[in-house]
C-alpha cells in the first residue's frame, strides 16, 4: 500500500510540474503609450487656437497582447489595443471600443502568420515606414491623404486607408532573408460603408539589401456606394539606412472614378546620443474630377520638423513645427485650428511628452 501511495504522489508530481511547465508557456502583457501636448495652430487669415492634445508624438493608446507555445514552433496569440484621448480621458473612437486593432492569430516561425478581425490594411504599413511623424500630430503625413474634401474618396463613405474591420491577414515569416510581405481580403459583409464595412484586396512586399529597403503595396476597395469601379490606394517606398538615421523617399497614390491623388514624401531621421531630429517634406498633387468640378489645382505643400530628446528608453520630451501651403481651393489644415480657408495657409506648433509602458 505504502509503495502504491508512493506511485500516486510520484505521478501528481509529475503531472503538476507539465502543467506548471504549460502554464509558463503562455504570457500575457499589458502596455501603452501616454501622450500629450500643447498645440498652438495658426490658418491664414482666421486667427489662431490653442489646446491640449493627446497623441501628437506617438497614438496614446492601451493594449493587452498575449501568447502561447504550442510546440514545434508553433504558436497562438491575441492583440487587443484602443486609443485613449488623453486630454479628456475618453476613448478616442467614440463608436468602436478596440479601434486600433483586435486581433487573433495562429502563427508558425516557418511558415508565416495568419491574423485575423481589426487591424492596419497592408497599403498604410508600407507608408508609414516611410513617415518619421509616426502619422500624427501637426507634421503627420496623414493630413494630406484625402483630407481635402474634394478628393478620390469623395462620396465612398472614407474607404479604408488605415484599418480595416473583418479582415483575414497572411503574413510571411521573418526568416526570408530581409524579404516580407502580406495579403489581406476583407469581407464586406452585406453591410453599408457609413457603418464601416467594405470589401477590400490588399497586399504588400518589400526586401531589404544592406542599408537599403525597398517596399510597395496595393489594395481595391468596393462598398455600397461604389458606382461601377473600385477605389485604388497604391504605394512605393525606398529608404536607406545611414546607421545613425535614416532617408526615404514614398509615393503614394489613390483612384477613384475620374478623379487622382498623388501625394509624394521625402523624409530623413537622424540621432545623436539622445537627442533626434526628423524632418518631412509632403507635395499632394490632385487631378481629374470629382462629379462634375475640376480639382487639377488644388494642390498643397507640407513641410515639417521636429526635435525629440529622450529622457530615458520609455519617455521623451518633443516638439514640432509644421506649415501647410494650400493652392487653389485646396483646404488641408492642421487640426485643433479654426477652418482653413481655400488657397490659405495652415501653421502649426506643439509640444509634448511622450512615456511608453
Known amino acids: 500500500m505504502q509503495q502504491y501511495f508512493s506511485r500516486t504522489a510520484a505521478a501528481t508530481l509529475a503531472c503538476c510540474a507539465t502543467a506548471t511547465t504549460a502554464w509558463a508557456q503562455a504570457s500575457v502583457s499589458v502596455f501603452g503609450i501616454a501622450d500629450v501636448a500643447a498645440r498652438v495652430v495658426n490658418n491664414e487669415g482666421q486667427g489662431s487656437r490653442k489646446s491640449l492634445v493627446s497623441g501628437a508624438g506617438n497614438t496614446s493608446r492601451l493594449g493587452f497582447r498575449g501568447s502561447e507555445d504550442l510546440g514545434d ?46 487591424d492596419f490594411v497592408p497599403t498604410y504599413t508600407v507608408w508609414v515606414r516611410h513617415d518619421p511623424f509616426a502619422y500624427v500630430g501637426v507634421a503627420a503625413s496623414s493630413i494630406l491623404l484625402g483630407a481635402s474634401p474634394t478628393g478620390p474618396a469623395t462620396g465612398l463613405g472614407s474607404p479604408p486607408t488605415l484599418r480595416s474591420s473583418n479582415q483575414v491577414q497572411y503574413i510571411l515569416p521573418s526568416t526570408l532573408g530581409g524579404i516580407d510581405g502580406a495579403l489581406m481580403v476583407a469581407a464586406g459583409e452585406g453591410g453599408k460603408a457609413s457603418d464601416g464595412f467594405h470589401k477590400v484586396v490588399a497586399g504588400r512586399l518589400g526586401a531589404t539589401l544592406g542599408p537599403v529597403s525597398v517596399s510597395g ?37 489613390f483612384k477613384y472614378l475620374d478623379a487622382k491623388q498623388t501625394v509624394w514624401m ?62 487653389a481651393k485646396a483646404n488641408f489644415e492642421i487640426s485643433g485650428g479654426p477652418a482653413v480657408a481655400a488657397g490659405k495657409a495652415s501653421t502649426g506648433f506643439e509640444g509634448g511628452m511622450r512615456h511608453s509602458f
Open 73 to 118: 514552433g508553433w504558436s497562438a496569440g491575441f492583440h487587443l489595443e484602443t486609443g485613449v484621448a488623453m486630454d479628456s480621458g475618453t476613448q478616442a473612437n467614440s463608436t468602436l471600443f478596440w479601434d486600433r486593432r483586435s486581433t487573433v492569430s495562429l502563427v508558425s516561425k516557418s511558415l508565416g502568420e495568419v491574423r485575423a478581425g481589426r
Open 266 to 327: 521625402l523624409s530623413g531621421v537622424m540621432a545623436f546620443g539622445a537627442h533626434e531630429v526628423k524632418a518631412s517634406v509632403l507635395r499632394a498633387n490632385v487631378a481629374g474630377k470629382v462629379g462634375t468640378a475640376n480639382i487639377d489645382a488644388n494642390d498643397a505643400t507640407h513641410v515639417g520638423l521636429g526635435y525629440v530628446y529622450n529622457l530615458s528608453k520609455r519617455t521623451a520630451l518633443y516638439s514640432t513645427v509644421a506649415r501647410i501651403h494650400n493652392q
Open 217 to 253: 503595396g496595393y489594395q481595391q476597395v468596393e462598398n455600397d456606394l461604389s458606382k461601377g469601379e473600385k477605389f485604388k490606394d497604391s504605394v512605393l517606398g525606398v529608404r536607406y539606412d545611414l546607421g545613425a538615421g535614416k532617408v526615404s523617399l514614398a509615393r503614394r497614390e
